[in-house]
């Protein structure tokens, strides 16, 4: 791959397609892995046909954002006394798309942006083909902050394990629960670093340094009965 590619070539996160050029959701708060929570009452599986993880990313200073969308591999939602107790949803690192609107440049190609998110220089793929959210806890929200998603109710932790690293984050979300279905919406922003994923981090090379380390998230998982 040629070096003026890379400066194209932007780093995963997660989020809806948009053309702002700054971030729209809060850091997620990070810390060391925690112990995951039990499940209890009645378990629901994920719906897989109607979960998505969106993700957002950005070249420095918000310029030339891309996106893109990661498919959820199965899970499953812990419902105990109407509320979310627990849960998991394993992602499919190999169904990352990019979303060609978002490739605005002539000479860019959102395949080939595509084929480099899966090397080692990100995720690995072929090394680490699933990356994987585990609950740790929910707790009531009492103020949702401006970038939560809307209807934000819930204050959710879980392990996030991307490229073989797992931490723990938290983050504001939406949390519903109905006699026959559970959901969990939220959107949030992580540093990659943080999981090792730092090409296009150091100073030493101009146009890898182009690439920002955040990354946005946008969780929809939905499990029924």
Do not use: Y
């Not at 892995?33 to 990313?57: C, F, I, M, P, R």
């Not at 891309?66 to 992602?91: C, H, P, Q, Y």
């Not at 707790?139 to 939560?148: F, M, N, Q, S």
């Amino acid at each position: 791959m040629k070096k003026l590619s890379v400066i194209a070539l932007v780093g995963v996160g997660l989020l809806a397609a948009s053309c702002n050029k700054e971030k729209t959701a809060e850091n997620a708060a990070t810390s060391t892995e925690q112990k995951v929570a039990e499940s209890k009452g009645e378990v629901l599986a994920v719906d897989t046909a109607a979960s998505v993880v969106n993700w957002k990313a950005f070249h420095k200073g918000g310029m030339a954002p891309r996106w893109g969308t990661l498919m959820v591999k199965s899970g499953d939602l812990s419902v105990e006394n109407g509320n979310v107790a627990a849960g998991n949803f394993v992602i499919d690192m190999n169904s990352l798309k990019v979303d060609p609107a978002s490739v605005t440049e002539k000479d860019k190609k959102p395949e080939d942006l595509e084929k480099h998110l899966k090397t080692p220089d990100f995720f690995d793929t072929a090394k680490n083909p699933t990356s994987e959210f585990k609950i740790t806890s929910v707790t009531d929200l009492k103020e949702a902050p401006k970038d939560a998603v809307a209807g934000a109710n819930k204050t959710v932790s879980g392990n996030l394990t991307l490229s073989g690293k797992t931490m723990n984050v938290t983050f504001p979300a939406k949390v519903d629960v109905t006699d026959t279905s559970a959901s969990i919406q939220a959107k949030f922003t992580v540093n990659r670093a943080d999981w090792g994923i730092k090409f296009g981090t150091s100073e030493a090379d101009p146009a890898e340094w182009m690439i920002s380390k955040d990354i946005e998230i946008a969780v929809d998982v939905k499990a029924k009965k």
